[in-house]
């Protein structure tokens, strides 16, 4: 089983709207955390958004937030008021503490283009 | 307050060359990560190292690869003789091994092209 979903391969979004990229992850572990990462088309790695299984509250960073519905086992991530430069690709990641130790479990990603 | 360093960022070998890698942690981070990311694909966890010490090794292939990550200098990732199929970005990432710290930070990534 996928450990980490994107289901959504390409999306697009007029510039200053919101969009909502998904991810759903599946674990049995209790402690866990969830990320979301930009990669441009540059090729770096950007950390965007942190979401711990325990925290009891959306995860907000400036115009990102993090959409966390434990019980769905969903986290999603959302943009508000998108920008050119936002068009990237977007990966959701998960680290399960007693699973799988340190390492980053990442999904297949989700191509966001933002359209003037 | 550099950040990770990964060098080269592009490298070509040819089939059957031998291709070495190298991450520069963040200063302070003690704790190393290598993925591989082939084209149109997300990252796949290869190593996690500590100094002198490869802690998981469950996503390297078993021939051909292998990692370090010695007392002085940077980290090392080696592939032997390779072929076509290791053509991908490589991506080292770094973090200062607390306990519970759950943040790793990534470098640029070297782009690995096999002719």
């Known amino acids: 089983a996928q450990k980490i979903t994107q289901t959504q391969p390409g999306m697009f979004v007029q510039e200053k709207e919101a969009v909502t990229l998904d991810c759903t992850y599946d674990?049995?572990?209790?402690?866990?955390?969830l990320f979301w990462y930009k990669q441009p088309s540059s090729g770096e790695m950007i950390f965007l958004i942190y979401?711990?299984?325990?925290?009891?509250q959306n995860a907000t960073e400036g115009r990102y937030s993090l959409n966390f519905q434990k019980a769905r086992k969903s986290a999603n991530l959302v943009i508000s008021a998108s920008q050119l430069g936002d068009s990237a690709m977007y990966f959701c990641a998960m680290r399960e503490a007693e699973t799988s130790g340190s390492r980053l479990t990442f999904g297949e990603g989700t191509q966001l283009t933002v359209n003037p | 307050n550099a950040g990770v360093m990964q060098n080269p960022r592009h490298l070509v070998r040819r089939r059957g060359q031998e291709a070495r890698l190298r991450c520069s942690p963040m200063?302070?981070?003690?704790?190393v990560y290598w993925y591989r990311q082939l084209p149109e694909e997300g990252l796949k966890f290869m190593v996690y190292l500590q100094k002198e010490n490869i802690i998981d090794e469950s996503g390297m292939p078993k021939e051909r690869f292998s990692a370090e990550f010695p007392k002085e200098g940077p980290s090392i990732l080696r592939i032997q003789q390779v072929v076509r199929g290791d053509s991908a970005a490589y991506f080292c990432?770094?973090?200062?091994?607390?306990?519970?710290?759950?943040?790793?930070?990534f470098g640029p990534g070297t782009r690995l092209t096999v002719t």
């Open positions: 990432a770094s973090s200062p091994g607390l306990l519970n710290y759950e943040w790793q930070y």
């Open positions: 200063k302070g981070h003690s704790h």
């Open positions: 674990t049995s572990d209790p402690s866990y955390g």
């Open positions: 979401q711990g299984s325990y925290d009891q």
